[in-house]
């Protein structure tokens, strides 16, 4: 599967808020929630790493210390090419990690958080805070990834947290969207009938009978995808025909 963004209306509004993000002299806090599927997580990390920004996934057993271990670590491999072992308790660490963030080197990146909502769902607000200060004190500019209902829960926590936020919602993607996205991702050719298969589930009306609709997931229709370029390979072909592999997809998915 080719590793490209494809322009979505999600990701044409997101770019055009990073563009003027950029353009700020002071740093900035840009969020994007969405429901899952939508193709959060694959734009943050196509722009992180086509840009070189720094990109760090929170795991759900995460601590203030571990967490700003993590961010030292990443600022160091910038700055130094090196990852760092730092030492020094919390505060210390806060205060390194902010001197970082201003290294010439640094200043002009995006650092990326994803899975906020592990932060929130294990109520993890000390580590939220750090994030703030990256921005308050060290002017750093930030992305987080969240789910859809992140703003509210954080906003039940503290509502002046997200006053200097800029937000990002990526709804449901449309058909012609998903379309876009597997064409244009696939390193192989496919018939109508593989397209309507990876972007719907089929579902039953009141009386029973069968219909497809389409699902609105990037990830499902991709996972689906990878499937289908497996079987087609393993066939010698070089163009996906459904008849031919449905079997297998229909099983495995």
Known sequence: MNDVLIATENTKFADKLLYNVGKQPEGSIVVIIGDPGTGKTFYAKHKAYTNGWIYQCVKATELPKSFLQGVHSRLSFLIHGKDSHPRGNTPELQEACNKMFQHPKVANKVFVFDEINLLIQF???????????????????????GENDSKGLITAYNEHYFSRCK????????????IRIIKGRSELEFDNATAEYLISNETKDEKGKSKNECHGSVRIATDRLEILEQEARRQGKARIIFEEVKGVTYAAI
């Open 123 to 145: 109520r993890k607000w000390g580590i939220l805070e750090i994030i703030r200060q990256f921005r308050d004190i060290a002017g750093a500019t930030i992305m987080m990834i």
């Open 167 to 178: 937000f990002v919602e990526f709804s449901i993607l449309s058909i012609a969207d998903l």
